[in-house]
């Protein structure tokens, strides 16, 4: 039983593991898209770069997670909107816009 109750408690936390996808789907993809290529009304208004393009996946991760934390000209920073682990999975999702 010991066995089965240890593998119950650890279910919760796994679930809890940062979704990238999830977290950029709702607070990036209205101005980047869903494919990151920032082609949408406000990404054109905005001149957004391609998060795709090589010049935004040569940043660091360090430097992407501080874009994304802070923000930059116009965009606003998520530091106080969502958690350190939830910063790391979107820079991590932002990496599979890869060309």
């Known amino acids: 039983m010991g066995v089965v109750l240890a593998g119950a408690l650890m279910l919760p936390v796994a679930g809890m593991a940062a979704d990238g996808a999830?977290?950029?789907k709702a607070k990036c993809a209205t101005c980047h898209g869903a494919?990151?290529?920032?082609t949408t009304p406000m990404g054109k208004k905005m001149n957004l770069r391609d998060?795709?393009?090589a010049e935004v996946q040569k940043q660091t991760d360090a430097e992407?997670?501080?874009i994304t934390a802070?923000?930059?000209g116009k965009m606003p920073g998520y530091e106080s909107k969502i958690s350190a682990d939830d910063l790391?999975?979107?820079v991590a999702h932002m990496r599979s816009f890869k060309k």
Do not use: C, E, Q
Request: positive net charge.
């Open 22 to 24: 999830a977290v950029y």
């Open 35 to 38: 494919d990151g290529a920032g």
């Open 51 to 53: 998060l795709g393009s």
């Open 64 to 66: 992407l997670t501080a």
């Open 70 to 72: 802070k923000g930059k």
């Open 88 to 90: 790391k999975a979107v």
